[in-house]
């Protein structure tokens, strides 16, 4: 529990100079790659590096700032690492631009204008992460209403055999990014209030409780129908990570280990049930299996990455130096590829860590934070980042069968980008708020009377 | 642009990124190890607070257990932080079906003594008041842990 720190006489300091800097390195990352693409590519440095520099330079002190005035006890870490890996996974894009003669790059970095003006945008609106808890049902039935979003005919689009893109004014968005983070809010929202009457009363059946119907009901129909419309999309990745947070959620809440092996095996023969009756899923995992049975046609993706990987070696070709291009949508879900080749394995690992880290930030910010609410969304919100990046790397480097997800702040995908930057600016506040000192409890008189008013914040609810 | 140059170049990014990667990790270390303890004399504070608290009379000395399966334990005070709880560890060792192994404590800081549930799983109550945070408590009151009731005394 975190309030022992107060008690303990251990105060968590701002940090603010050490984010700071690194956010400069994160910037010299960012910067330093689009200039190395420039000089591996045309043989100079790019000639909009200043422009280019200035802008994501803009970008990242208007976070900055954001987060010393508004959240100045938050997390140093997380802020420069997103923003090492969005400056990255830009230089990356543009690389591919380059080779491929398209203009992906200028899009991602005006929706990574967008992603950071919502990052300070959630960060200035929502002063206590407890108010997220009055909207549980709201951002619940939201969620499910932007998932169904693509099936209505007109609005929805069709991208490779899965319906989970509108578009509007000739922007496509995808919809469920967003009901990630909605999603994690309701489970939060309701397992905080539930979860004494979730581990404690019912039935115990061989060897694990299993809750009242009227205890799980509501937040199980929730999110068996959001599963069903993410498999009646054909989108298995997301189907995928809703249901590991889903698990991860009720497991963290109930503190019963008995939900893990239940999640598991209902994990198996749902697979099993989604083998036997789509095709999809029996390609997929034909691929994952033997992707040389047939490198020219289905395998081919996956056989290039694979190629890139192992010609990019340890250190890599060299940024521009590669053929990254070859691997089909290099730039959105392959986009690890694209790195592994040109950047070798040295940068992969870098690049994992970076993600662990983001994810280790989180659980920190629950383990620390005063109150449940708070503990389970940032433990959703890690979870959800965490099982997002197995399930695409594994994909990628054929560790698991590929399911379509992008990587988290590399990708090329704004409403993705923009949906990670809330989760990031979410996380902060938690961690804002679990760091801030406690008001200090001390009597200073020994007459009530001349004690000073104090301001007690009500947890709303 | 010579091969040897594109070489370097690769070489001095991976470098920046490692760089990078080693100095988060620092910060996380330095955040963990380099928490500062609160200053006595923080700014805008009143002296008077400062001021060496004189032990009072009527400050409790220790606890006891009043209703329960184990009536009558006490722990010195002095001790303090007081752990209670079913664990070997506790100082007071509650033979309670409903109390956690680590259930509660009963620290001080300022010369007030606070009783703070350490994430119970039946909870730690004062009155109908479940804690969800430390708590004040003084000569009386009682805290109800489990089936168990303690309370501080002179």
Known sequence: MATNSALMGFVHRRR????????????????????????????????????????????????????????????????????????????????????????????????????VILFVGTLVVLPDHRLLARFTYTSGLTAIGLLVLPMIPGLGT???GAKIWISVAGFSFQPGEIAKVLLVI?????????????????????????????????????????????????????????????????????????????????????????????????????????????????????????YGFAWGGLIGRGLGEGMPERVPYAESDFILAAIGEELGLTAVIAILLLYGLVVERALRAALISRDGFGKLVATGLGAVFALQIFVVIGGVTRLIPLTGLTTPFLSYGGSSLVANWVIIAILLRISDQARRPLPDLKESAEDPDEQATQIVKVVPS | MSELTLFLVRIAFLAILWIFVLSAISVIRSDMFGARVPTPAAPGKQPRAAKPQAPRRGQPSHVAVVQGVNTGITADLAQAPVLIGRGNDAAIRLDDDYVSTRHARIVSSGGQWY???????????????????????GLGSQIRIGKTIVELRK
Do not use: C
Request: hydrophobic share 55%; aromatic share 10%.
């Open chain 1, 16 to 115: 603010r100079g050490a984010e700071l800097f690194l956010l400069i390195l994160a910037l010299i990352v960012g910067i330093g790659a689009y200039a190395a693409v420039g000089l591996g590519i045309e043989g100079e440095v790019p000639t909009n590096l200043i422009g280019y520099g200035g802008w994501l330079t803009l970008l990242v002190v208007a976070a900055h700032v954001a987060v010393r005035l508004v959240a100045p006890y938050a997390d140093p870490v997380l802020l420069p690492i997103v923003a090492a890996l969005n400056g990255l996974g830009l230089a990356v894009i543009h690389r591919l631009d380059l080779a491929k003669e398209t203009g992906l790059a200028t899009q991602q970095l005006v929706w990574m204008t967008l992603g």
């Open chain 1, 158 to 160: 069709e991208i490779n």
């Open chain 1, 186 to 306: 309701t489970f939060a929202g309701y397992l905080v209030v539930h979860r004494d009457a979730l581990a404690l009363a019912g039935r115990r059946v061989v060897f694990i409780d299993l809750p009242r119907g009227r205890d799980l009901g509501p937040i199980l129909m929730m999110w068996v129908v959001s599963l069903g419309i993410l498999v009646l999309q054909r989108d298995l990745g997301s189907s995928l990570l809703f249901f590991g947070l889903f698990l991860v959620m009720l497991y963290v809440a109930t503190e019963r280990p008995g939900w893990l092996v239940v999640g598991g095996l209902l994990f198996f023969s749902g697979a099993a049930v989604a083998f036997r009756i789509f095709s999809h899923v029996q390609n997929r995992v034909d691929i994952w299996l033997d992707p040389f049975a047939d490198p020219n046609g289905s395998g081919y993706q996956l056989v290039q990455a694979l």
């Open chain 2, 115 to 137: 009783v703070e549930d350490l994430g119970s799983t039946n909870g730690t109550y004062l009155g109908s008041q479940r804690l969800t945070q430390p708590v004040p408590v």
